[in-house]
């Protein structure tokens, strides 16, 4: 096991490095420069500026540099909000962003997986029917028209809750909304299947047949079985969600890492691009390397490390 | 099936608890709205019991578009900061009412005969937030730091450069810093040399980029200054005393202001939204005093009484390459320019209030020095909406050119809006016999790019204003001009700008009717240009709002004079 892990560590590095390089060589091909009155300057003006930020250097060069500066753990200083650090920026921003993707998490896989165990149980049933519509509008519907829905009639017409803004935890309520109907949609539409195959294999029908009674064998059989899938899905779901969402968070102003992002691609803020597309492959290596551990857990019949 | 039972118990309540959390949640917003809203009236009605319109507490709610990116003066390029920086800090001058500049820092000036020496009396009761006074030496200090190329300011070169003596001998590193033509006579008289004799200096006075920075204390702060609320200094209206990057920033009341007898506002809150619908959703609720408006939500609010059209010196037009072959040919831009219908365009499209541009200096911006008319006025329409004309012209030119159809490239931006407004454009274009139009929508920087590298036919480019004075439109199409970028190159239109800004700086109405006849060259004789909208922007202000200025340059608004009446 503790091989295994090792041997997956060194592999993340790996990857990491290959992400780090292909991001800094992708970069370089958007269009100008990070410069903001590109559009004024002369072309000596900009040479001034550029050399300040050692962007007049080769782009080898460049990427050296960047690599040394990485390996110490210096992800920079950002060219849009100038002089300050990458790394206080991404810590600043990425806080309400994990909060609002952890609480949509949690709200969407809980009430994803009862109304997937519910379609199974009452299996074409008026129950089942009502859950999978409800799952195929959740998944189907944009989040965004949710969040407008959600806005205009909680916040605006009733007035219950915070319209949007980011001022404490009622802010996060619509949002978290907002966001965990995919999960819900996506955990209960696998939930439903993985139940109903698992539920009519030969050791179920055998617990069955012992006397073991339903319920019993949903929860103590089934649900462990039918696990398996849903993590593997839900595992990369939740870092794309905690990795900040651009809709989600513009409509209800929620200061997060989702719209730094892509404003940081649209402004050539090249060391920024470069932090939180490394965060967020880490984020996705990590949880995928936690799944496969939990697999093991889950299901004892899936070994991870061979000759053991 | 009593089993069955007990599972839908358990999601009974489940569902409850969270419906439950919900309603909680809802009566805690309702309590600290209210803890919020009785903490700011007490604190108001200690401070300003006694105004005289001002009524009611101080607090002004608004949204900004996206975050303050640096409140460092010499870095600051874009309109955030500029605003921001503009509330917190005066300059020699700052802007008042009607766009007059009216005194800051300084008290007066005098220029000398020649036009190239200002020299400006500070007043001597201003002070930074930290008690320092603030002295000619900030100015000094703040104008070396915007040229030194250590620096890496861009607004530094751009707006001193050609302007300020040295400025750009200092940016090629030609001269040391020091050569700058800024220096201090005592601690309170600023010497200023020019390059040349420049009439709007003192309108760029009142600009972000000359604002005066504390020496000891910037250098004290280093790498870090201005990063944070505590790490920067102000002398202005406000003090900026909280700032939550991201998310939005308070500014309070400066006690200590040289002119705090005239500021009512005891505070101003700034959330950052980015979603029009959003910030009109926050307008409804009452949480926010003002909105801007998007097309969509114009026609909604068009008959309240909150909704106002606020003009913008920002002009958008049609920039057209003259190496391409047949863009070379006069007639063919001139029927560019007459075929396009610009009114339908700003009423269907754009809908928020923005007029048909019929020249390149905005109306309602510049006045002539001595009837006190408009620009735009006296220039009149140089150019309007022709069909057939159009169609003469652009047979001509085909003749000339040997010609039947022609191909052209258009370069557009990839907003929604711009996208549709292409469109628009493509169509009446395409009007033209024989005429097809490629449209591109690139994002900005592409075409920043491609402008720059001339790759392109016919663009959709805009220009905004960086100091009161035609020039700032005007000068732009001089022979290789920066931002000229069309090819055009015509020496009696150099000679025009050449004029105005050298024999005739001295002499505001010859060189106003300079700029006149220069505009009618531009767009009416050579066609360079065919001009779409002058921009403005629908808004909704509460009416409780009084006294905000809107500024056609550096900072958008003026809160120096703003109050609350009767909330």
């Known amino acids: 096991m503790t091989r295994y892990i090792i041997q997956r560590l060194i592999y993340m590095v790996i990857t990491m490095f290959l992400i780090a390089t292909l991001t800094f060589f992708l970069m370089k091909f958007l269009p100008g420069t990070p410069l903001s009155a590109a559009d004024k300057l002369s072309d000596e003006q900009q040479a001034v500026v550029l050399e300040k930020y050692g962007l007049n250097d080769p782009v080898p060069v460049q990427y050296f540099n960047y690599m040394v500066n990485l390996a110490q753990g210096d992800l920079g200083i950002s060219f ?80 219950w809750l915070p319209v949007a803004l980011w001022e404490g935890w009622e802010y996060t309520i619509l949002p978290t909304i907002s966001l965990a109907i995919f999960p819900i949609a996506i955990a209960a539409r696998f939930m439903r299947t993985e139940m109903l195959e698992v539920m ?89 390397l936690v799944i496969d551990l939990l697999y093991g857990v889950i299901d004892p019949r899936i070994r991870l490390a061979e000759g053991e | 099936m ?11 309540l489940v569902l409850s608890m969270f419906l439950a959390a919900c309603s909680g949640g809802s009566d805690d917003t309702s309590n600290s709205t209210d803890d919020a809203d009785s903490e700011e009236t007490t604190e108001t009605e200690d401070t300003s019991g006694e105004e005289g319109e001002a009524s009611g507490e101080q607090v002004l709610n608004i949204t900004d578009s996206a975050e303050i990116p640096t409140m460092d003066a010499s870095l600051a390029t874009d309109a955030v900061a500029f605003q921001w920086l503009g509330s917190t800090t005066d300059g020699l001058y ?60 861009e607004y530094g070169p751009y707006m001193m450069g050609g302007v300020i003596k040295n400025a750009q001998a200092v ?51 280093g790498d870090q200054y201005a990063l944070e609320a505590d790490t920067l200094l102000s002398n202005g209206p406000f003090v900026l005393t909280e700032w939550n990057h991201g998310e939005g920033w308070t500014l309070e009341k400066n006690q200590d202001y040289w002119d705090a007898e005239n500021v009512k506002l005891e505070q101003i809150n700034v959330n950052v939204v980015k979603e029009t619908s959003t910030a009109v959703n926050l307008y409804d609720t009452g949480e926010i005093d003002r909105t801007g408006l998007s097309a969509e939500f114009v026609d909604q609010y068009r008959t309240s009484d909150d909704f106002k059209v606020e003009e913008e010196p920002v002009l958008f037009y049609l920039k057209m390459n003259q190496e391409n072959e047949v863009l070379g040919n006069v007639n063919a831009r001139k029927a560019i320019q007459m075929v396009i219908d610009r009114q339908s365009m700003v009423d269907v499209i754009l809908n928020n209030g923005s007029i048909p541009s019929v020249g390149h200096v905005p109306q309602n911006f510049t006045k002539h020095p001595e009837t006190e008319e408009d620009f735009r006025e006296l220039n009149g329409d140089l150019i309007e909406t022709n069909v057939e004309q159009a169609q003469e012209l652009w047979a001509t030119a085909k003749e000339e050119l040997g010609m039947d159809t022609v191909e052209l490239g258009y370069l557009g931006g990839d907003s929604e809006v711009a996208m549709n407004m292409d469109a628009y454009i493509k169509d009446q274009l395409e009007q033209l016999e024989g005429l097809t139009v490629n449209v591109q929508s690139v994002p900005f920087k592409e075409r ?83 001009p779409l909208y002058q921009r403005a922007v629908a808004q909704l202000w509460k009416p409780y709002v009084k006294g905000v200025i809107t500024q056609p340059m550096g900072p958008d608004y003026t809160y120096k004079y703003a109050y609350i009446e009767g909330k």
């Open chain 2, 2 to 12: 009593k089993k069955t039972n007990w599972l839908l118990l358990v999601l009974a």
């Open chain 2, 94 to 153: 700052r802007l008042g009412e009607n766009a007059q500049p009216e005194p800051g820092i300084a008290k007066d000036h005098e220029v000398s005969e020649d036009g190239l020496t200002w020299t400006f009396n500070l007043r001597e009761d201003a002070v930074w937030s930290n008690g320092d006074p603030v002295t000619a030496n900030d100015f000094v200090y703040a104008w070396q730091r915007a040229v030194n190329p250590d620096t890496g300011s």
């Open chain 1, 200 to 288: 009519g294999s030969d050791y179920i029908v055998t617990a069955r047949a012992k006397g073991v009674n339903k319920v019993g064998v949903v929860f103590k059989h089934g649900l462990r079985n039918a696990l398996i899938p849903l993590i593997t899905v839900l595992g990369p779901l939740a870092v794309g969600l905690m990795t900040g969402t651009l809709v989600i968070e513009n409509i209800f102003a929620v200061p997060g890492i989702g719209e730094q992002f892509v404003k940081a691609i649209n402004m050539n803020d090249f060391p920024i691009i470069m932090g939180t597309t490394l965060l967020i492959a880490f984020l996705f290596i990590f949880i995928i």
């Open chain 1, 80 to 159: 849009q909000f100038d002089n300050r650090e990458v790394t206080t920026i991404i810590m600043e921003r990425i806080g309400p962003s994990v909060q609002l993707g952890f609480q949509a998490m949690i709200i969407g896989t809980i009430i994803g997986m009862l109304l997937g165990l519910v379609s199974a149980i009452y299996h074409n049933g008026i129950m089942d029917y009502t859950s999978t519509f409800l799952a195929v509008l959740g998944q189907s519907i944009p989040s965004f028209v949710f969040a407008g829905l959600l806005q205009f009639y909680i916040g605006v017409k009733f007035g």
């Open chain 2, 448 to 530: 920043l790019q491609r402008d720059e590298n001339m790759e392109y036919d016919i663009q959709n480019s805009g220009w905004g204003p960086d100091y009161i004075d035609p020039n700032t439109f005007l000068n732009m199409f001089v022979t290789d001009g920066g931002n000229n970028k069309t090819g055009y190159s015509s020496e009696a239109y150099d000679g025009l700008i050449e004029k105005a800004n050298t024999e005739l700086a001295q002499e505001p109405v010859e060189r106003f009717e300079t700029f006149l006849e220069a505009e009618k060259l531009l767009i009416q004789e050579d066609a360079v240009l065919a």
């Open chain 2, 171 to 221: 940016v090629d590193g030609e001269v040391p810093v020091e050569e700058l033509g800024v220096k201090a006579d005592g601690d309170y008289t600023l010497v200023v040399e020019l390059e040349k004799p420049v009439p709007y200096f003192e309108s760029l006075t009142t600009f972000g980029t000359f604002l005066p920075l504390n020496q000891a204390f910037v250098e004290e702060q």
